[in-house]
Antibody, heavy 120, light 109 residues
């Protein structure tokens, strides 16, 4: 069965960087794009963008350019989200999410989420 | 970009029917998908393509979509249905490919 397992919670100081991992199993990693979704405390879901797991080409949604970087290590079926120059407003739960077979229109599989807390 | 509006909260007694709306400009021309999110958990897909259910989702969950409003209906509500619910559409023509609704907290009285 498809599983997306994310790395654990992180506590970082403003200005630092963080790298969140999402390890996939149960399917061919390079056959499906990987998406990232943010959820700030008490807020809704916000799509951050996706990465083509075949080519490594990332696409960032508006508001997630510059400090946010998607990357891959296909040898271990893992996608990464790196955020640099962290700010307090980056405090959120970050999810990786995958589409089902045959359509890009919604997310059928989600990681468990990684809480990133930015505080001095 | 495309905006999806949901009521912040819906309250319903056990055994009754909860209806959660999702408003968007001509949303009836798009496919709408719904997620359930319980506290501290990742979202779970409960309805896709307006009215289809993934395997394992009870028949009590149903959806419809027409005009400017999509609706998620939960029949015979149970205490375990208490959660946040989000609608979502896909807009391939926009740089914001995936748009989520504002979310609705369903409280079971």
């Amino acid at each position: 069965q498809v599983q997306l397992v994310q790395s654990g919670s992180e506590l970082k100081k403003p200005g630092a960087s963080v790298k969140v991992s999402c390890k996939a199993s149960g399917y061919t990693f390079t056959s499906y794009a990987m998406n990232w979704v943010r959820q700030a405390p008490g807020q809704g879901l916000e799509w951050m963008g996706w990465i083509n797991t075949n080519t490594g080409n990332p696409t960032y949604a508006q508001g997630f350019t510059g400090r946010f970087v998607f990357s891959l290590d296909t040898s271990v079926s893992t996608a990464y989200l790196q955020i640099s120059s962290l700010k307090a407003e980056d405090t959120a739960v970050y999810y990786c999410a995958r589409n089902p077979a045959g359509t890009p229109e919604y997310f059928q599989h989600w990681g468990q989420g990684t809480l990133v807390t930015v505080s001095s | 970009s495309y905006v999806l509006t949901q009521p912040p909260s819906v309250s319903v007694a056990p055994g009754q029917t909860a209806r959660i709306t999702c408003g968007g400009n001509n949303i009836g021309s798009k496919s709408v998908h719904w997620y359930q999110q319980k506290p501290g958990q990742a979202p779970v897909l409960v309805v896709y393509d307006d009215s289809d259910r993934p395997s394992g989702i009870p028949e009590r969950f149903s959806g419809s979509n027409s005009g400017n409003t999509a609706t998620l209906t939960i029949s015979r509500v149970e205490a375990g249905d208490e959660a946040d619910y989000y609608c979502q559409v896909w807009d391939s023509s926009s740089d914001q490919n995936y748009v989520f609704g504002t979310g609705t907290k369903v409280t079971v009285l």
